[in-house]
C-alpha cells in the first residue's frame, strides 16, 4: 500500500514517515500545498494523509479539488486541536477521518488501518477480490482460481494496483510511479516487462486474460471486454 503524507511541519512530517516505512507503507511526502496537490492528482496512491495548514494551498482546497474531480481516495486530515469549524469543513468537503494534533502513533497507524480496510472492500484480512484474482495485502499473496501465486513484491504490487483499480484504463506512466515511485530511474519499458512477467504466471490458470492492453495508454484489469 502507498501512502501520500503533505505536513509542512518538518519534524512531524519526518516522524510520520518514519513510522509508516517501518509498517512496511511505501510512502512519497511534501511539505507545502501546491507540492502536495500535485502528487495527489497523480492517482497513485492508497490514502492520503494532509494537514489543513499549508503554505501555497490549504489542506481543505486540495481536498476539494481531488473531490471535484472525481478522487475517491481515502483522506485523513490532520487538524490542530482548537480547529473545530476546519474539522466540520472538511468532512463536509469529503475528508474520510480526522486527526487532532499532537496525536499518538498507535492512533495513527489504527485509523489508517481501518481507512485500508474501507478500500480493501470490507475484508478483516485485506483481502481484494475480481474474477477468479485474488491478493491478500497483509501478507502480500497474490492468488488465481484460488491458487497461491510465487510473485515478486514488484509483480505483487502491480497486480495489486491493477485490483484496487479494476475497470480502470491506468497509464504506463501511473503504473511506474505506483510500483517503482516517483523519484525511480526506472524507464516505462520496465511497466511491460513486469506486465509482462505477471501475464506468465497467471497464464496457467487462464487469468492472464484479465490484464488488457490499452494501445498507446497502458492497461486495464477486466474480465470482460
Not at 492528482?41 to 482546497?61: A, K, V, Y
Not at 479539488?65 to 486530515?77: F, M
Not at 477480490?129 to 482460481?145: D, H, I, P, R, T
Not at 506512466?173 to 516487462?193: F, N, P
Request: proline share 4%; glycine share 8%.
Amino acid at each position: 500500500m502507498r501512502i501520500l503524507v503533505v505536513e509542512d511541519d518538518r519534524p512531524l512530517l519526518d516522524a510520520v514517515v518514519t513510522v509508516l516505512k517501518e509498517e512496511a507503507y511505501q510512502v512519497d511526502e511534501a511539505d507545502n500545498g501546491p507540492d502536495g496537490l500535485y502528487l495527489a492528482e497523480q492517482g497513485i496512491h492508497d490514502l492520503i494523509i494532509l494537514d489543513i495548514m499549508l503554505p501555497g494551498i490549504n489542506g481543505i482546497s486540495i481536498l476539494s479539488e481531488l473531490r471535484e474531480n472525481g478522487s475517491a481516495k481515502p483522506i485523513l486530515l490532520l487538524t490542530a486541536r482548537d480547529s473545530v469549524e476546519d474539522r466540520v469543513r472538511g468532512l463536509d468537503a469529503g475528508a474520510d477521518d480526522y486527526l487532532v494534533k499532537p496525536f499518538a502513533t498507535p492512533e495513527l497507524l489504527a485509523r489508517i488501518r481501518v481507512l485500508l480496510r474501507r478500500l480493501s472492500l470490507g475484508s478483516p484480512d485485506g483481502e481484494l477480490k475480481y474474477g477468479q484474482l485474488a491478493v491478500k495485502c497483509q501478507s502480500m499473496e497474490g492468488f488465481a482460481n484460488g491458487e497461491p501465486l510465487k510473485l515478486t513484491l514488484k509483480e505483487f504490487e502491480l497486480m495489486e494496483y491493477l485490483l484496487l483499480n479494476r475497470e480502470q484504463i491506468l497509464t504506463k506512466e501511473q503504473l511506474l510511479d505506483r510500483v517503482w515511485g516517483i523519484d525511480s530511474a526506472a524507464g516505462l519499458g520496465v511497466v511491460d516487462v513486469y506486465v509482462h512477467y505477471l501475464r506468465k504466471k497467471l497464464a496457467p490458470f487462464g487469468c492472464d486474460r484479465y490484464i488488457h492492453t490499452v494501445r498507446g495508454v497502458g492497461y486495464m484489469l477486466k474480465e470482460k471486454c
